[in-house]
């Protein structure tokens, strides 16, 4: 029988450099033995977006425990990048936010996808992993001040609410966002109206106008891409802001469904000079020179009932050259409350280098900007322009400038109109998205599966000298 010393018998027989010895030991022995948990590792969001060159691009926070060990001993690193020419490990950006978390963020060197594998390391050794799947649009022009709203790629209209931000719809959907103007990111607040419309397909909201508190928004009115009718789309609703900023408030107004028609009979009464039944026959896609189509809606100068519903088709007449359409409801108020029939006015036709009408807004001052654009294309394969109007019948649009026509989506929205006749005024204008093949391989950004990818593209324009109209 072998008889084992205790642990003081042994100490004493080793000493006190002995015993001091043991002690050590004991707390140097590896962590594992302490019995410490497994780390978690969890992210705010599991899909991101950026694009190559782009400046304040969205970061992903990373949430990291151990328990019984403060966040701020643990590790994280980047562990792997499935496809390095598009964000290599070293692209990806760490810093500490006050309560221990990580914020990421990743410098793109190329278009495309790339999965990034990250690890967080705790006490006793142990690690977790988790999988950020990251897309990279290409470089644009202008990247430096371009901004880029998340969550949808579909941007249609929208109007500033002040306090540096903007409600943008969607024509995909019945949703309105509130975006920070000045960043790139996702939504501070979303409304879906749908509910409150009491629809469940898209209205294909196209235009909208402010009118104090009281926001006009209008569907396209025609039919949809297949030359199908859709009732939804025959839709004008309000809605009711308040607040402004981050702190404003969206409530449902009311809604008018027949918008369409009453316009086909005026036409029709008229002698079809715009050609609205032919237009609208089944069959009929929208984007045709002769189809029709609605994306503008502004009020006319000074006036918070009389609204121009501008064309982006027909063209008048429905020919190469032809000019962009505005008709007048001067009783548009009461229309959308359900209280009158709409009457209509002298229809407008206006000289815009063969371009139709893709966004028209006014500020208070009663300037009018106008984005002109193609009938046709949905992206940046035709021309598009900005011209200023003084909303008065009869007079002729001046041209400010030339957009650029080379990076993926249309020119759409208008955010806001500044004082035009201040030399080097500056405008921000809002792309739709949607049909843009975002990451080069070949979907349409309306297509893709997670909706941290799609996305809308914000940029800045110095209005030029004006060319030619009236003041």
């Known amino acids: 029988m072998t008889v084992r010393p205790s642990p003081a018998r042994r100490a004493g027989a080793l000493g006190v450099a002995g015993a001091a010895a043991l002690l050590v030991a004991g707390l140097t022995a590896p962590a594992h033995a302490v019995g410490y948990a497994d780390p978690t590792i969890s992210l705010s969001a599991t899909h991101l977006t950026g694009a190559v060159g782009a400046y304040g691009d969205p970061a992903v926070t990373v949430d990291v425990e151990q328990p019984g060990v403060p966040a701020g001993f643990l590790r994280l690193r980047v562990l792997s990048s499935s496809n390095p020419?598009?964000?290599?490990?070293?692209?990806?950006?760490?810093?500490?936010?006050?309560?221990?978390?990580?914020?990421?963020?990743?410098?793109?060197?190329?278009?495309?996808?790339?999965?990034?594998?990250?690890?967080?390391?705790?006490?006793?050794?142990?690690?977790?992993?988790?999988?950020?799947?990251?897309?990279?649009s290409a470089r644009v022009g202008g990247a430096p001040t371009t901004r880029y709203l998340t969550g949808s790629s579909d941007a249609s209209a929208a109007v500033d609410v002040g306090g540096g931000h903007v409600l943008v719809a969607d024509d995909e959907s019945n949703v309105l966002r509130l975006y920070d103007r000045s960043r790139t990111g996702a939504p501070v607040r979303t409304w879906d109206l749908g509910p409150s419309l009491g629809l469940k397909k898209e209205v294909d909201i196209e235009a909208a106008a402010r009118v104090g508190d009281t926001v006009y928004w209008t569907g396209s009115l025609g039919n949809n891409k297949d030359g199908k009718y859709k009732a939804e789309r025959n839709t004008v609703f309000t809605t009711t802001i308040t607040g402004s900023g981050a702190g404003t408030e969206v409530t449902f107004g009311s809604a008018h469904h027949g918008l369409r028609e009453d316009l086909i009979a005026w036409d029709t009464a008229h002698g079809n000079r715009f050609g609205f039944a032919a237009g609208t026959a089944n069959g009929q896609v929208p984007k045709r020179i002769d189809g029709f189509n609605i994306e503008g809606l502004e009020f006319a100068p000074g006036s918070t009932t009389t609204?121009?519903?501008?064309?982006?088709?027909?063209?008048a007449p429905a020919v190469s050259g032809g000019k962009a359409l505005v008709v007048p409801v001067t009783n548009m108020d009461r229309v959308v409350a359900g209280t009158a029939a709409p009457v209509f006015g002298e229809p407008i036709e206006m000289d815009l280098g063969g371009l139709a009408i893709r966004d028209i807004r006014r500020n208070a001052a009663n300037q009018y900007l106008i984005l002109a654009g193609s009938w046709a294309a949905d992206d940046n394969s035709d021309p598009y322009a900005l011209y200023q109007w003084d909303g008065v019948p009869g007079h002729a649009p001046r041209k400010r400038v030339d957009l650029p026509a080379t990076d993926p989506g249309g020119w759409e929205v208008v955010v806001n109109v500044p004082d035009l006749r201040?030399?080097?005024?500056?405008?921000?204008?809002?792309?739709?998205?949607?049909?843009?093949?975002?990451?080069?391989?070949?979907?349409?950004?309306?297509?893709?599966?997670?909706?941290e990818w799609k996305k809308a593209r914000s940029a800045w324009f110095t209005l030029g000298p004006t060319r030619g109209g009236h003041r």
């Open 307 to 315: 609204a121009y519903l501008g064309f982006r088709a027909p063209l």
């Open 422 to 451: 201040v030399p080097g005024a500056r405008v921000q204008l809002i792309t739709d998205s949607g049909s843009a093949d975002l990451y080069g391989d070949g979907r349409e950004a309306k297509d893709l599966d997670h909706p």
């Open 85 to 136: 020419a598009v964000a290599a490990v070293g692209d990806v950006r760490q810093q500490r936010t006050p309560s221990g978390d990580r914020s990421l963020t990743v410098r793109p060197r190329g278009q495309g996808y790339t999965d990034l594998t990250l690890q967080v390391t705790g006490r006793g050794g142990k690690t977790a992993t988790a999988t950020l799947a990251y897309a990279a």
